[in-house]
């Protein structure tokens, strides 16, 4: 009896665990078609002077609509692409897409994009982003990459030296979800820098934290000893926005100011600010809110 019981509870375990990995490989393999078949395309999210509703820049984010699987969140399909030797790839993809756009709208702001520490830490990175800035006539002020730190110490000295050579082209640098395990104080040490993004998981409960606005002052403060500019991120209510306005935080980005969409959203909101109200009602009806 118990014998069988332990047979059987064997392959209960099997069969769900086949089912992982075939789901991991189908998914594996759809990522490979999308790549191939053109099947990604880029949303971009405004980075907004608290202070004027200002547009300061954008951020684009890759997305994945699969014929079969539906919407994909880059959340998991870029830890995917990275263990399935794909990154390389499709970060060459969003970036060539990214400067692509960023030409075309003829935009005096920033483009960032997020790249994976693997590809930073690959030797031919710089010559790749030079190349690609290059082919759209851009120049290296008009990019901005965003990295979070999920290297090894031998790679991120590596993904240093990169980073440095890329800075020297004018190219920003940006700490992505800085408060978080992903993003640490000692990477503040190691990386060349100029600005610093704080997770959103910091602000969650600013308008009514007293501890959280202490710690995000606190890192506001030293993002500016740094020389660094500080970007927050995840800012949904306008609770959030007053206390940042208050404590001197230039940069914001989040739904209140505009959720992710297609390059098409934000053609005809390029020039001038953005009114920050509006922006709330045309992200809830135009933007990429089935994600969340
Ligand atoms: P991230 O770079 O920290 O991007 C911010 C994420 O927060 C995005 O999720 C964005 O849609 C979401 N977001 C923005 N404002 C708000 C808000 O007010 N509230 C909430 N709850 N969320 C907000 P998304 O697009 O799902 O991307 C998730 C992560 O996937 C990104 O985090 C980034 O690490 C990675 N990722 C996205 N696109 C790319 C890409 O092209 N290349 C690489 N390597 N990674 C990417
Ligand atoms: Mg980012
Ligand atoms: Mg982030
Ligand atoms: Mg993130």
């Known amino acids: 009896q118990a014998r069988r019981e332990g047979k059987n509870g064997v392959q209960v375990f099997r069969s769900s665990l086949d089912v992982a990995v075939h789901g991991q490989l189908h998914l594996e393999t759809r990522l490979r078609l999308a790549l191939q078949q053109g099947g990604l395309h880029l949303h971009y999210q405004p980075q907004v002077d608290v202070r004027t509703g200002q547009l300061l820049g954008f ?23 990275e263990e399935a030797g ?55 002020g008009q990019l901005k990459l965003e990295v979070t730190e999920r290297l090894t110490v031998q790679d991120l000295q590596r993904a240093a030296r990169q980073l ?50 202490r710690v995000v ?3 506001i403060s030293l993002g500016r000893s740094l020389n660094l500019s500080v970007v927050v991120e995840g800012v949904e209510t306008p609770g959030q926005l007053q206390v940042l306005r208050d404590l001197g935080c230039g940069v914001v980005q989040g739904y209140l100011t505009g959720r992710p969409g297609p390059a098409s959203m934000w053609t005809p909101h390029l020039n ?18 089935q994600l969340h």
Do not use: M, Y
């Open 59 to 81: 951020e684009a984010l890759v997305r994945w609509t699969d014929t079969q699987l539906g919407l994909v969140s880059p959340a998991r399909f870029i830890p995917l692409a």
């Open 86 to 140: 794909l990154i390389g790839e499709l970060g060459a993809w969003v970036l060539n897409e990214a400067c692509r756009q960023a030409a075309a709208w003829g935009l005096r702001v920033p483009i960032a994009v997020n790249v994976s520490a693997l590809e930073v830490a690959q030797e031919d990175f710089t010559q790749q982003v030079h190349a690609t800035l290059r082919r759209h006539g851009l120049d290296g």
């Open 164 to 213: 440095a050579q890329l800075q020297a082209l004018g190219v920003q640098l940006s700490l992505d979800d800085f408060g978080t395990g992903q993003s640490s104080v000692s990477t503040l040490l190691q990386l060349p820098l100029n600005e610093l993004k704080l997770d959103r998981s910091l602000i969650t409960g600013l308008a009514e934290s007293p501890i959280e606005q």
């Open 217 to 219: 002052s606190a890192l």
């Open 272 to 289: 001038g600010p953005l009114p920050l109200q509006t922006s709330v009602d045309r992200a809830a009806r135009d933007g990429d809110a």
